[in-house]
């Protein structure tokens, strides 16, 4: 079945460090890729997705490719701040399944902690 | 527009009790998600609906454990009877019918049962 893997955490790191959450996946079908994140006390947000091979995701200075030579989907950011503190998950959507629907298989989250 | 929407935000109760959690989806979303986060566990997914209709409930861990969706803009998870390993947080999500749609996640229900 589907399954995502991401690096255990937590990660810790300094104010304007760089940041790269590892994440791969095993699919049957033709995969989306979501990252969410989950700040502290909240429901879990999209963050990005890429819906086919070689796609790009990006927001608020994160990035994500879809590479499905090495199955994986790995988060960047160039320069994290304070306020990117929080769990981040990532995700796959089984498209090629009809009935496996929009299903959300996710990974176990990585808690990240940015510090001044 | 309004996102998902779940009540209550935190329920504490005692074991033995019926809980009720429920989750108003996004107007026009067909699909409807319940899942339940813990520590120990993680994110798992519980039931799915489509078209209020359950399509996947393979999570749910008990039979004390049953959800509804009797419209396409309510559905309730219930606990009965609750007990202590059923603390966590239940979360609900929408989404767009078919596949590939980004599910949408409400605030959250925290639940202690004591």
């Known amino acids: 079945g589907d399954s995502v893997t991401q690096m255990e955490g937590p990660v810790t790191l300094s104010e304007e460090a760089f940041l790269t959450i590892n994440c791969t996946y095993t699919a049957t079908g033709y995969p989306s890729l979501f990252w969410y994140v989950q700040y502290p006390g909240e429901g879990l947000q999209l963050l990005l997705k890429?819906?086919?091979?070689?796609d790009k995701g990006s927001n608020k200075g994160f990035e994500a490719t879809y590479r499905k030579e090495t199955t994986s989907f790995h988060l960047e950011k160039g320069s994290v701040q304070v306020s990117d503190s929080a769990v981040y998950f990532c995700a796959l959507s089984d498209g090629g399944i009809k009935a496996a629907g929009n299903k959300l298989t996710f990974g176990g989250g990585t808690r990240v902690l940015v510090k001044p | 527009d309004a996102g998902v929407i779940q009540s209550p935000r935190h329920e504490v109760t005692e074991m033995g009790q019926e809980v009720t959690l429920r989750c108003k989806p996004i107007s026009g979303h067909n699909s409807l998600f319940w899942y339940r986060q813990t520590m120990m566990r993680g994110l798992e997914l519980l039931i799915y609906?489509?078209?209020?209709?359950?399509?996947?409930d393979s999570g749910m861990p008990e039979d004390r454990f049953s959800a509804k969706m009797p419209n396409a803009s309510f559905s309730t998870l219930k606990i009965q009877p609750s007990e202590p390993r059923d603390s966590a947080v239940y979360f609900c999500?929408?989404?767009?019918?078919?596949?590939?749609?980004?599910?949408?996640f409400g605030p959250g229900t925290r639940l202690l049962v004591l």
């Open positions: 890429a819906t086919k091979a070689d």
């Open positions: 999500a929408s989404s767009e019918q078919g596949v590939k749609q980004t599910q949408y």
């Open positions: 609906f489509n078209n209020n209709v359950p399509i996947d």
